[in-house]
């Protein structure tokens, strides 16, 4: 059974910076993709970032330049640097994982809450 652990979430002032971990169990070969989305309060989750399993990155035009997303394949961990943190960066974070089996599943973690405040 795969799970998704997040880690790393707090409160930071703005201009700040903060890194999530999502460490990944269960899987039996490397996610295809991995990636962070996020829940600002009362709205939608939103794309943030992702990486697939060969490196290439994409992420949301919100936080270029700003977000750095990685992996580590060795510890089944990604990673979400998040940098210049912005109050309307503040949000439930989520780790996704796509793949990691026979199946293309997808799967979530349970979410870290990040606050950015003065």
């Known amino acids: 059974q795969v799970q998704l652990v997040e880690s ?3 409160l930071v002032q ?10 990944a169990s269960g899987n039996r ?10 829940q600002p309060p009362g709205k939608q989750r939103e794309l943030v970032a992702t990486i697939t399993s060969g490196g290439k990155t994409n992420y949301a ?3 270029k330049g700003r977000f750095a997303i990685s992996r ?7 990673y979400l640097q998040m940098n210049s943190l912005k109050a309307e960066d503040t949000a439930v974070y989520y780790c996704n994982a796509v793949g990691g089996g026979y ?5 979530w973690g349970q979410g ?3 606050t950015v405040s003065s």
């Open 29 to 38: 070969f490397s996610f295809n993709t991995m990636g962070w989305y996020r």
């Open 103 to 107: 199946v293309m599943a997808d799967y």
């Open 14 to 23: 703005p201009g700040e910076s903060l890194r999530l971990s999502c460490a």
């Open 61 to 63: 035009d919100s936080v």
């Open 112 to 114: 870290t809450q990040v």
């Open 72 to 78: 580590d394949s060795a510890k089944n961990t990604a």
């Open 8 to 10: 790393g979430g707090g």
